[in-house]
């Protein structure tokens, strides 16, 4: 399986995504903005940057179906050292103490290691956005787990069934086995055991068109399915709503989808989710250097509305502190229902 972009589909184009959620189906009629203006939440502002979430590059050795990022193995946009430097620039000099680091699988980046070691020694907690069979694509990544242990890093993993069909059938041939693997190797160094510190949080997203189920009962069924089949743990499930973009959007088109998911997310807004949505104690930094207010946005290529401050170079956390979200339909996604987030739902 190729990327959208190597295979010159016409969804690797954002303006054709955007003009997709715009424009098709139904949906058309409600406006995400009109939504919040409507509820005088419009314009949505950001309440403080806390998290620093950084794409590191969107090469990848899995090809997932429902990817919002579009990475794989043939994707060759990779942050530079220098790049990195940037970053660290900023965070030396700013109050911002959480670093998430994403992909892509980051650890592909040829200057990973460096980057999260400078990274510590500016005293940041960093979380790293892990896909588990990385762990056992090469034997060069096999230590992973203890270098994640001797940064104390926290790890977040996808892992969207604790059955074997439902997650190859996401993520492909075999990467259920090795993402158990994986996870074992990380248990065996003190991650996700309840008398230790090192976090091992993972993620379920849908496979098909529809919301997630109960973030709560989901994690209870996670904890007890995996520890009864597999002697597994960990700390915490984070449920995920898929976003309308990029491979996910191809596959609601091709399988006639669209407009019956974009209905559901729209009649399951929910005003409560509007207040925590991640965008608002988060900035997105792509693999060049470009700031944006969520990894979705960054996909979609819809930059902060901040023009005097739109790359690290310019990077004025002042200002940044109380720009105004960009919006789009696909906003809807982390809305609907519970609310999603890098960080799960945002609502009860």
């Not at 969207?160 to 190797?185: H, N, Y």
Request: proline content about 4%; glycine content about 6%.
């Amino acid at each position: 399986m190729k990327s959208l972009k190597v295979l010159n589909h016409h969804l690797a184009d954002s303006n054709n995504q955007l003009a997709i959620l715009e424009n098709e189906g139904l949906h058309k009629h409600a406006s995400f903005k009109d939504k919040l203006a409507t509820m005088g939440q419009l314009p949505l502002q950001a309440t403080g940057v806390e998290i620093f979430q950084v794409n590191v590059g969107k090469m990848c050795n899995q090809v997932c179906k429902h990817c919002h990022v579009d990475a794989g193995p043939d994707r060759k946009e990779i942050m530079t050292k220098e790049t990195m430097q940037l970053c660290l620039n900023v965070l030396e000099h700013s109050t911002i103490k959480t670093i998430d680091l994403t992909g892509g699988a980051p650890e592909l980046n040829p200057n990973f290691r460096w980057f999260v070691t400078e990274i510590k020694k500016l005293d940041k907690h960093i979380i790293v956005r892990c896909n588990l069979t990385i762990i056992l694509a090469n034997k060069k990544f096999h230590d992973l787990p203890a270098f994640f242990r001797q940064h104390d890093i926290e790890v977040v993993s996808s892992l969207p069934s604790f059955t074997k069909d439902r997650t190859d059938r996401q993520r492909g041939d075999g990467v259920f086995e090795d993402s158990i693997k994986a996870l074992k190797m990380l248990n065996a160094v003190g991650y996700g055991i309840p008398e230790s510190n090192l976090q091992l949080n993972l993620v379920y997203n849908p496979a098909g068109a529809f919301l997630p189920p109960s973030q709560r009962a989901l994690e209870i069924e996670y904890k007890e399915e995996l520890l009864k089949t597999f002697g597994i743990r960990f700390n915490n499930l984070f449920a995920i709503t898929n976003m309308p973009i990029s491979r996910y959007l191809d596959y609601l088109l091709s399988t006639g989808n669209f407009d019956k998911y974009m209905e559901k997310l729209i009649t399951a807004f929910n005003p409560a989710a509007v207040q925590n949505v991640m965008c608002r104690n988060t900035i997105s930094v792509s693999w060049d250097g470009f700031l944006y207010d969520c990894d979705f946005n960054q996909m979609l290529e819809l930059p902060v509305s901040t023009a005097q401050s739109r790359h690290l170079k310019d990077f004025d956390l002042n200002v940044l502190n109380k720009r105004n979200i960009m919006l789009n339909q696909h906003c809807y996604g982390c809305t609907a229902g519970a609310g999603s987030s890098c960080g799960g739902a945002v609502a009860d």
